[in-house]
């Protein structure tokens, strides 16, 4: 591990980082961003100072996590109190991830439940997308966001069924991974959908399901019950699109991709490796917004490109915010084909 020892420190004062205004104490050293790329999900605080010395604030109410200056006048931010994670921000907003966080597993048992369950419910996020239809978003209470009326499911996609409702020719084809994202406590279940008019996209979406079954609690007399309630969605997102624009497609097996499977690495491999073709300029305005895995060796991820707001508050009509989303192909382990579309709204 790298060794980096802070001379002298003057006496502190306030800045602005991550939009948060917090302490700080200035260092004479110099750090950058590989510094910090030695660490992983075992590294402990300890470990930080013993290599980077001690940091130059903290940041947050609560729990309060360290940070600390780069020599760019950007910052990076040590988190172990939930998920532990490193990231790079600025003075106004979060950048990227060096370590993304680490989320929870699910059993299988969830798994193939709320497999199941979103199954049932896909020509519910279908005519949410053509604004047939409100799709239910509940919390985890069991609380609706629409007049607290259950949302009955309808079923799988039928085109039939679909035509009945809309009186078009639109086609769906529907995907599910279980992967990352980084709002999330555990591994969420990500139901992608693209809606198909004339052979033409017309509307891009992912639902995310939610980990676990909301608790239904009640009281009689002084006895408290608590009932095992229904699986639930917990937050969708929906993109009204023009179409669609290949900006990379690339397959080959000899080709060495150099994107790294494992979840602490997927996100900043690919980042480079579309770096390294043209498709993005960099890592400081590019964010993954969710990446994903099927089972049978089929990878996607949607990225986004000068983000006005990452995770809970993306949009597709944020301005000058750009959206790819990349599929890929692998064969033991290791990437053969990868697939990137400009979502053009």
């Known amino acids: 591990m790298t060794l980096i020892i802070a001379v002298y420190k003057r006496k502190p004062h306030e800045i602005r980082v991550n939009d948060r205004i917090a302490g700080y104490t200035y260092f004479d050293r110099s750090l950058s961003v590989s510094d910090f790329e030695q660490f992983d999900y075992k590294t402990t605080y300890e470990d930080l100072v013993d290599c980077i010395g001690f940091q130059n604030g903290t940041i947050g109410s609560g729990i309060a996590r360290p940070y600390y200056e780069l020599n760019d006048g950007r910052f990076v931010i040590w988190n172990a109190a939930y998920k532990k994670s490193i990231s790079v921000v600025n003075s106004k907003n979060h950048e990227y991830y060096i370590l993304p966080p680490q989320l929870s597993p ?24 053509l604004d047939l239809k409100t799709l239910v978003i509940k919390d985890y209470w069991g609380d609706c966001s629409e007049n607290d009326q259950k949302d009955i499911a309808l079923g799988a ?4 069924l679909l035509k009945s409702y809309t009186n078009r020719n639109i086609t769906a084809e529907i995907s599910y991974y279980f992967g990352n994202y980084r709002e999330r406590g555990f591994l969420p279940l990500i139901q992608v959908i693209q809606l198909y008019e004339q052979q033409k996209l017309i509307c891009f979406e992912y639902v995310l399901w939610d980990t ?5 609690m009640f009281f009689e007399g002084n006895i ?7 699986d639930c969605i917990v937050y969708a997102e929906r993109y009204k699109l023009k179409g669609q624009n290949e ?3 690339i397959h080959s097996t000899d080709t060495a991709f150099n994107i790294k499977l494992s979840s602490d690495q997927f996100a900043n491999s690919l980042i480079d490796f579309l770096i390294k073709q043209e498709v993005i300029q960099s890592k400081r305005n590019s964010c993954v917004e969710f990446w994903g895995k099927d089972g049978d060796g089929k990878y996607v991820c949607l990225l986004s490109t000068n983000p006005w707001k990452t995770g809970w508050g993306i949009s597709a009509e944020n301005r000058n915010t750009q959206y790819y989303f990349v599929q890929m192909e692998t064969l033991d382990d290791a990437v053969v084909s990868v697939n990137v579309v400009h979502l053009i709204r």
């Open 106 to 129: 699910k059993s299988d048992i969830i798994r193939n439940r709320q497999m199941k369950i979103a199954c049932q419910s896909e020509m519910n996020s279908i005519l949410w997308m």
């Open 157 to 160: 996609y039928n085109a039939d």
């Open 212 to 216: 676990d079954r909301y608790w239904d």
């Open 224 to 230: 408290e019950y608590v009932n095992d309630g229904e």
């Open 247 to 249: 900006v990379l497609n």
